[in-house]
């Protein structure tokens, strides 16, 4: 072997470590080592130089940051991570170096040859890539003895670690310094003022000493002092009690929920719902709701849940079923607050259980009410008409700062209008006006892009609108918008202050500045929380970012930057993006805009499973486009339509479709555009079973792909006649073209059809029952697929190693890829629920004309769904089932069939249904429970005569004639054996003969 020279640059060290780090940029919190200072530690050189190598990675769109929470900090920090084509970049990277020969020194100092990916192994150490390649000396030696010396030096190091790290970090604690309560709410608004409420404190108290009491519900209309009022309580506990605070977002996912707690109970030494959160299996809220109980028993904790009203099903779902955990849990209290009362538990809780307390808030009472205004300066004799106006409503009094005169007045927003609005200056007004626009807590600067753009400027005075905002005339002495009008906004409870220096206001206040804007108004502080939101690089921002761009209706400007990301935030699964295309019309847009929005639109609506919505905006497409203007603009539409009629199996539409779009590429003499339709007309023709003419186009576009030199489409070419010559039994010459598109792929190093190559090389493998070398082709192709997200890759990927490993008769490593692959399932179905597909009331086919009404299209997307996914779940649960009963846990086994059963009842696969009741009828024969499996198996032959399966009867009368004769009734047995084997004998079922003549044989010995 050749002794390599390693070259490692700086910026390559740095695409190598954050390599490490791809799955961390979804997390709420990102590790500290994807921060300029991490990756400057984690690398051993100066901060400066990895944020001049950072500075120059961006440009080459390998690199982009965000503004994210640090674990362990108290401030947002920019975080680094590696776009598509930096993994694709670092993984190359890798990979070479992994292949790179270095020399290692034996103990007798004979110098010997060896990979770099093995040298770990081989001295039995376990450095990263970076530290080894700190060891390898210019000559390419390997310093192995530096290398061991690192590393028991780092082992003495995490040894020596204080208990107080040990503590942080979530070790068990010993002695004196064991932690008395923890508390986990840093996401608790602030709060300056608090009176009265002793009789709501002295209630919810009593709920949280009460033995039957697990759970209280606080309940009350926006600004009534919910969170103030459990703020305090938990104040006054945080001494004694463990205490976790979660506040229910518009963007909160599920697992971010979970996510949350589990590194509560992390802290508390609780470790089992954080490891089963990091295995990555599928989550199972059975396995997840086991776990809890266990976890949340003993605790000394109060759980608090703000904003409940904001939760998504799921997490209702889980609510359920954490009803019945806290009856049986001690020591843990659950306080939800909502606006309205939640449904996760029903009214016999409440009445005759006792476990959920409801506590509705009301205004503050009149003492209480007192005591606010006089904070306030508001006179004494006034403060009667005061309280009765607001009705002790506690946001309205924090808002009061001193009247002359107050009339009672019946409407709120009249009262900030007349008495709020009046006290403020103009700067305030503009604060609040640009905070009303803004939908989630932002820095401080969002409010001043007005300003820093030109549109505020003191000594000018500040432009005014028609009601309330400044005008051109007023002059405000040099009076403009700052940190002070913040500040003094926060002190009014105008504004509010969340951790990490971030702001917005309350809802009322922001609805009611919001609602008083001009159009004007509107449109101008949309277009500046625009600008602000173009400063952040990570697709949240850029969603935002084409929210504000359409409130200020420029939609031109919206539409061009949606098409220069959108097909990047389609893929990567954005559902608020896909929606967000729903607000450009062709009334919004110009014609040559709104043409290629229609395109993105079907390719969202196509990436979801609303194939029908798809073809419906391609349709619209094709309607807008000329011929003579327009031709490949038309192809690729045909081609895209095609795809769609493919995926719902209508491939003579398909055929028709691609055979239109190659006589126009004809016509413009696009060779390129022929040979990439010839290639999917074979793969039309290849689903309908017609290989001959499959093969007839697919040899066509080789010819023209390798006259243009295409290597990439010669390659693909080739994955289609090997998948042909799988089907007509040639192994041999699939294997052939596989090796041929892998190399051509190899060569030029892409990712997608490496990724086809090693899939086709594994069901190759697969199919001729060579399950380790199929395993090895899947998992080639899994290191490429996982990276870039594929999620319906995955699924398949997953599902055949899994099969690969139940062949080998490594049970657990297969429940392992079966559950995976499930959970990618969930994930899609989830995701395509969330997505508001075409809406219209008519529907034109180019073959078939029809009117479909909403509610149809909607019907036609969820079967859609059903047929390509769910499908696959119910074959995967049966498989899961079968390995738990080999496995002799026959529980999970019954359970897992059951699913099955659930989901192919669902989309009426009568075969399917029989097929989990006979394997239900196994599980329950295997328990011992012989009622269960004979009812099973009678639910299995009643369908299998329907569909006069005989194979199916054969076995099944079989099977019923052994429960009869384990429970004794051997006449009865003995009659279905014989139906067995005169139906066998009928269809010349071999096996079936020879098991019923078996077993009556048996039963004639036994009598």
Same mark, same amino acid.
């Given at each position: ?13 740095? +695409? *190598?470590? $954050?390599? &490490?780090?791809? #799955?961390? /940029?979804?997390?709420? =919190?990102?590790? @500290? ?95 990263? +890539? *970076?530290? $080894?390649? &700190?060891?390898? #000396?210019? /000559?390419?030696?390997? =310093?192995?003895? @530096? ?112 996510? @949350? ?747």
């Amino acid at each position: 072997m050749r002794i390599d020279r390693l070259r490692c640059t700086v910026e390559e060290k740095i +695409l *190598i470590h $954050l390599l &490490k780090y791809t #799955s961390s /940029k979804d997390l709420w =919190d990102a590790p @500290s080592e994807v921060t300029q200072t991490g990756i400057a530690n984690s690398l051993g050189i100066m901060r400066p130089a990895v944020a001049r190598e950072l500075l120059s990675l961006k440009p080459k769109d390998l690199v982009y940051d965000k503004s994210s929470h640090i674990k362990g900090e108290k401030r947002r920090k920019k975080a680094y991570f590696l776009t598509n084509e930096g993994i694709s970049t670092a993984q190359e990277i890798k990979r070479n170096l992994l292949k790179s020969v270095v020399l290692v020194r034996r103990s007798d100092n004979e110098l010997i040859q060896m990979k770099l990916a093995s040298v770990n192994d081989h001295f039995k150490i376990n450095l990263s +890539l *970076i530290e $080894l390649i &700190k060891f390898i #000396s210019p /000559k390419g030696i390997f =310093d192995h003895k @530096s290398a061991m010396e690192f590393e028991k030096k780092r082992e003495l190091l995490e040894k020596s670690k204080t208990e107080k790290q040990k503590r942080v970090e979530g070790y068990p604690l010993k002695g004196p310094e064991k932690l008395k309560s923890l508390e986990f709410s840093n996401k608790v608004p602030k709060f300056k003022h608090f009176f009265g409420r002793r009789g709501e404190l002295k209630k919810i108290n009593g709920a949280l000493k009460s033995e039957t009491h697990k759970i209280i519900v606080v309940h009350g209309i926006a600004g009534i002092g919910k969170t103030t009022l459990i703020s305090r309580l938990v104040e006054e506990h945080k001494n004694t009690k463990n205490i976790f605070w979660y506040p229910f977002g518009r963007w909160n996912a599920f697992r971010n929920v979970m996510t @949350s707690l589990s590194e509560f109970l992390f802290k508390l030494k609780k470790r089992k719902i954080s490891a089963y959160l990091r295995t990555g299996k599928k989550f199972d809220l059975g396995k997840f709701i086991d776990l809890i109980e266990i976890e949340l028993n003993d605790l000394n904790a109060i759980l608090v849940f703000d904003d409940f009203q904001r939760i998504d099903e799921k997490t209702n779902e889980l609510f359920s079923s954490m009803v019945n955990v806290m009856e049986r849990v001690s020591g843990t209290k659950i306080i939800v607050i909502t606006r309205q009362l939640p449904d996760f538990y029903n009214r016999r809780d409440v009445k005759i259980k006792k476990l959920v307390a409801e506590f509705k808030l009301e205004g503050l009472d009149i003492d209480s009410s007192k005591k606010l205004l006089k904070v306030k300066d508001i006179d004494e004799d006034k403060i009667q008409s005061v309280y009765t106006t607001l009705q002790g409503h506690p946001l309205a009094l924090e808002l009061i700062d001193s009247l002359d005169t107050l009339e009672v007045k019946k409407d709120f927003n009249t009262f900030i209008e007349e008495e709020v609005l009046n006290e403020l200056s103009d700067p305030e007004k503009i604060l609040l006006s640009t905070a009303s626009v803004y939908r989630y807590p932002v820095e401080a600067k969002a409010f001043f892009y007005e300003q820093e753009a030109g549109t505020i400027e003191g000594e000018k005075g500040i432009e005014r609108g028609e009601e309330g905002t400044p005008g051109p005339d007023s002059n405000m002495d040099q009076e403009i918008v700052n940190y002070d009008t913040l500040s003094e906004l926060l002190k009014r409870s105008l504004m509010q202050e969340y951790p990490d220096e971030l702001y917005d206001t309350h809802d009322l206040i922001r609805e009611f500045f919001y609602n008083r804007l001009t159009p004007r108004d509107l449109k101008m502080h949309h277009k500046f929380a625009a600008d602000y939101y173009a400063e952040i690089s990570d697709d949240f921002a850029v969603i935002e970012m084409l929210f504000h761009l359409i409130k200020a209706r420029e939609y031109d400007n919206a539409a061009n930057i949606a098409l220069e990301v959108g097909h990047g935030l389609i893929y990567r699964g954005y559902v608020e993006f896909m929606n967000i295309l729903e607000e450009f019309n062709s009334g919004n847009l110009k014609p040559e805009l709104w043409k290629e929005i229609l395109v993105l639109k079907g390719d969202a609506a196509l990436r979801m499973g609303a194939f029908d919505s798809a073809i419906g905006y391609y349709e619209d497409d094709l309607e807008l486009l000329s011929e003579k203007k327009e031709p490949k603009k038309i192809v690729e539409v045909y081609e895209k339509m095609g795809e769609a009629h493919g995926k719902k199996g209508e491939w003579d539409q398909t055929i028709n479709l691609l055979k239109q779009s190659i006589e126009l590429s004809q016509k413009q003499n696009d060779r390129k555009a022929v040979a990439r339709a010839q290639n999917n007309l074979g793969l039309a023709y290849r689903n309908i079973g017609n290989y001959n003419e499959a093969l007839r186009n697919y040899r066509k576009a080789i010819r023209l792909l390798d006259e243009l030199n295409e290597d990439i489409g010669i390659g693909l070419t080739y994955i289609n006649i090997g998948k042909i010559n799988e089907l007509k039994n040639n192994p041999d010459k699939a294997r052939y073209h596989y090796d041929k598109s892998l190399s051509l792929f190899d060569n030029a190093r892409y990712s997608p059809g490496l990724i086809k190559a090693h899939n086709a090389l594994g069901d190759l493998h697969l199919k001729k029952n060579q399950w380790n070398r199929a395993i090895t082709e899947y998992n080639e192709s899994l290191y490429l697929t996982d990276d870039i997200n594929d999620k319906g890759t995955i699924i398949k990927i997953c599902a055949n190693i899994g099969d690969c490993y139940y062949n080998l008769k490594r049970y657990v490593k297969a429940l392992e890829y079966y559950n995976k692959s499930v959970k990618y399932i969930e994930d899609l179905i989830e995701l395509q629920k969330s997505y508001k597909p075409y809406k219209t009331s008519r529907y034109r086919s180019i073959f078939k004309i029809k009117s479909l009404e909403k509610s149809e299209y909607e019907i036609s997307r969820q079967k859609a769904i059903k047929i390509e996914y769910q499908g696959k779940q119910g074959k995967l649960y049966d498989k899961i089932g079968v390995v738990y009963r080999i496995q002799k846990n026959l529980d999970s086994a019954i359970d897992s069939h059951k699913k099955s059963r659930k989901i192919f009842m669902e989309l009426k696969h009568n075969r399917d249904i029989a097929k989990i009741n006979i394997n239900l009828g196994i599980d329950y024969q295997a328990r011992g429970d012989l009622d269960n499996a004979l009812n099973s198996y009678y639910r299995a032959l009643k369908v299998l005569e329907r569909l006069k399966e005989h194979v199916g009867m054969a076995v099944t009368y079989n099977n019923i004639g052994r429960i009869y004769e384990l429970k004794g009734k051997r006449n009865k047995a003995l009659g279905f054996y014989k139906k067995s084997l005169i139906l066998s004998r009928k269809i010349k079922f071999g096996p079936g003969v020879k098991q019923a003549n078996e077993a009556i044989r048996n039963i004639s010995v036994k009598k």
